[in-house]
């Protein structure tokens, strides 16, 4: 890529609003619960498109405050134990992307209702100032 294209292109943040105003057609952040992988490969995507080298990150979310409804139908069986049970209910799978070395998340505000601090609809960051994320798998497909 060229030293112009490189200075045209848009901003990793431009890109991840973008894609996540294309994505998110509902008016609260509950409709992301299911689209986290599909965002998150949309904006991979749209990334290399510009120039990026992105790659979709598949691991955990620390939530606060667990909603008890979404494990109703959870079974003891399907786990180690029951503080394995209670762990997984604190860090539920997610994905996102990582460019460069930093996490560009579009959905995590699909957690808000189980955070102390809610968060923006774009994070951008470290995996340092980010303590949420605990990636798990990176390379994603």
């Known amino acids: 890529m060229n030293w112009y294209k490189k200075a045209q292109r848009p901003t990793v943040e ?63 069986d399907d786990f180690e134990n029951e503080e394995k049970m209670e762990e997984e209910k604190y860090t539920p799978l997610h994905y996102w992307v990582e460019v460069n070395g930093l996490v560009v998340d579009i959905t995590a505000s699909q957690f808000n209702d189980e955070l102390d601090d809610p968060v923006e609809p774009i994070k951008i960051g470290t995996y340092n100032d980010l303590d949420k994320y605990i990636p798990v798998h990176k390379g994603f497909k």
């Open 14 to 76: 431009q890109i991840a609003k973008s894609v996540r105003e294309n994505i998110v057609k509902c008016y609260d952040d509950d409709c992301l619960r299911a689209l986290c992988l599909q965002a998150s490969r949309q904006l991979r995507e749209e990334l290399i498109k510009n120039g990026y080298k992105a790659m979709v990150v598949q691991g955990k979310f620390k939530v606060d405050n667990p909603n008890e409804e979404y494990f109703e139908d959870w079974d003891l």
